[in-house]
C-alpha cells in the first residue's frame, strides 16, 4: 500500500484539467437549503476554484479560513474581511479580521490533493484541517471537492485525519457513511 508521502509526490507532479463550473454547480446543489456560514477556501493551481460559488443566490454567508504561521488552529473569517497572500500563494483574510464563530458554521468545503469514497483526504502534510476540523459539531457538513482524476481508490488516513461527510467531483456527489 502506498504511504501518504510518495502519494503527495505522484500526485504534485500532475495538473489535473479541472471543470470548475460543473463542481460549482455539484457544491451549490448540495449546499441549497442550508443555515448558517459557509467555509471556503482560495484555490491553488491543482485545486477546483469556488470563487463563483460565492455570488449565487440563496447560499451563504461565505467565510475563508486563514491559515497560522505556527500550530495554532485556522481562524475563520468573513470572505469580504481584508486579504493578504500567504507564503504559500493564496490569498486569505488579514489576522484582525472579524471571526466567524464556530457554532455559526453550517458547511466547510475543503480542498486536498486527493480524495476516497469513504471520505478519506490527502491534505499537504501540515494537519491544518484535520485540528481544525475536530473543533467543529457532528452536524457541519465536510465537502471534500476534487476532480475525478484525483478521486483515488484509498487515502491512507491516520487516527487524526478528520473524514469528510461528502465528496464532489465533477462527475459526483459521494455521500459518505
Do not use: C, N
Amino acid at each position: 500500500m502506498i504511504d501518504k508521502q510518495t502519494l503527495r509526490e505522484q500526485l504534485r507532479s500532475t495538473s489535473p484539467e479541472i471543470d470548475h463550473e460543473r463542481i460549482v454547480r455539484r457544491v451549490a446543489a448540495l449546499l441549497d437549503g442550508s443555515e448558517g456560514w459557509v467555509v471556503t477556501y482560495r484555490a491553488l493551481g491543482h485545486e477546483p476554484d469556488l470563487v463563483g460559488l460565492e455570488g449565487l443566490p440563496g447560499l451563504g454567508p461565505f467565510a475563508l479560513t486563514r491559515t497560522p504561521d505556527g500550530a495554532e488552529l485556522l481562524t475563520v473569517h468573513p470572505v469580504d474581511a481584508p486579504s493578504e497572500r500567504h507564503r504559500y500563494g493564496f490569498d486569505q483574510p488579514v489576522a484582525d479580521a472579524p471571526i466567524v464563530p464556530r457554532a455559526d458554521i453550517a458547511a466547510v468545503i475543503v480542498p486536498g490533493l486527493a480524495f476516497d469514497r469513504s471520505g478519506g483526504r490527502l491534505g499537504h502534510g501540515q494537519g491544518w484541517y484535520d485540528r481544525w476540523l475536530t473543533e467543529l459539531g457532528p452536524t457541519v457538513l465536510r465537502i471534500g471537492v476534487v476532480t475525478r482524476q484525483r478521486l483515488v481508490d484509498h487515502v491512507p488516513t491516520e487516527p487524526h485525519d478528520v473524514p469528510m461527510t461528502h465528496v464532489v467531483t465533477e462527475d459526483e456527489t459521494i455521500v459518505v457513511g
